[in-house]
């Protein structure tokens, strides 16, 4: 019966990790697929091939392919590492101030924008783009915005963790 609690425990963490890591994937193309694509349509196909459609099209299409990637990834990195190690992980992450801090400014803006911009571009754009690509947007926008905080000396606040003994 431990056998099946600790093979319980060690897919327990490693969903978390895995959720974890999509939301981080999704966050950093959501932050990097808009002047990524702006700088290819301008560079290859020229000003007039920029329209909010194709934009709003590729900043959710980014961050969705971020989203697939992380988990991706972090599947195949947590399919091969022993069970302390994953579980020291998943408390690591759980205690990362900062980290948590970027999420939750990343979700407040994605959560913003999903409504803002088809309010303000409605006729642009058809309404799922609108609607996923504001998220996305405004994930970017808020991921800038933790960083700009944590610049301008608001930083998240350390949190002491004390060494929990995993059992091996």
Known sequence: ??????VLARNADVEVLVRRSMTKGYELLSL???????AFVLARKGRGHLTVNRFLRATWIGGATGCVGGGAFEYV????????????????DAY???????DDHATIGALLFAVLTPAVLWKRASTAN???GGAG???????????????????APKIQITEIPVPS
């Open 1 to 6: 019966m431990a056998a099946r609690g600790d």
């Open 32 to 38: 990097l697929t808009p002047p990524a694509y702006t």
């Open 77 to 92: 990195r947590s399919a091969y590492a022993d069970e302390v190690t994953i579980r020291r992980r998943r408390l690591l």
């Open 96 to 102: 990362d101030a900062p980290s948590l801090r970027a």
């Open 130 to 132: 609108l609607i996923l």
């Open 137 to 155: 947007i405004g994930t970017a926008l808020g991921l800038v915005t933790h960083h700009a905080r944590t610049l301008t000396g608001d930083p």
